[in-house]
């Protein structure tokens, strides 16, 4: 009785301590992203899946929309990090599609469009690569008086995993 509680105190401390150090490539280059200018004007690949809980149209043709970068385990919770990439919008390579028409749509009317033209779902798991600008760098928030990271990711190729 007592070798079994001792290991299930190991795996329950080896769990705690996998779910407090763990973070994949991506999550950590999110964080990286939204806390440093190291990787302004590089190439940047993440692996996530796109979301639409806004989509905004940023005129010629472009679409601002949520990227969510995510750890592998289930049980790592609070680790995803969403960012905003700029897509293209319409019908053709690495764009998205709203089917319908109106204001109101459900992600089942949004398609995705790879790197080679097939249509994706919001479900699928993609490789997103695009070039990273900081659009204020060097530059002061006006609220926290902190350095201001905002940024642009453009250029987008989407790859499904």
């Known amino acids: 009785m007592k070798t079994i509680k001792t290991i299930l105190s190991l795996a329950l ?32 690949e993440l692996e996530g899946r796109l979301n639409t809980p806004f989509l905004t149209r940023t005129g010629g043709g472009t ?14 919770l609070n680790g995803n990090k969403k960012l905003t ?7 053709g390579k690495n764009s998205i599609l709203i089917n319908g028409e109106g204001r109101k749509f459900e992600s089942k009317d949004v398609i995705v469009f790879d790197k080679g033209g097939n249509k ?4 699928d ?10 659009t204020k760098k060097g530059e002061k928030n006006e609220i926290s008086g902190k350095e201001d990271y ?3 990711i453009t ?5 499904k995993i």
């Open 85 to 91: 990439v700029t897509m293209n919008y319409g019908e």
């Open 13 to 44: 401390v080896v769990l705690v301590l996998l779910a407090i150090f763990y973070n994949n490539g991506s999550v950590r280059l999110a964080k990286e992203i939204e806390t440093s200018y190291d990787n302004d004007g590089k190439t940047i």
């Open 120 to 123: 994706l779902t919001l479900s």
């Open 63 to 76: 679409t601002n929309m949520e990227f969510e970068v995510y750890n592998d385990f289930i049980i790592i």
């Open 125 to 134: 798991k993609v490789k997103l690569t695009g070039l990273l600008k900081y």
């Open 155 to 159: 250029n987008v190729v989407i790859e």
């Open 150 to 152: 905002t940024y642009n």
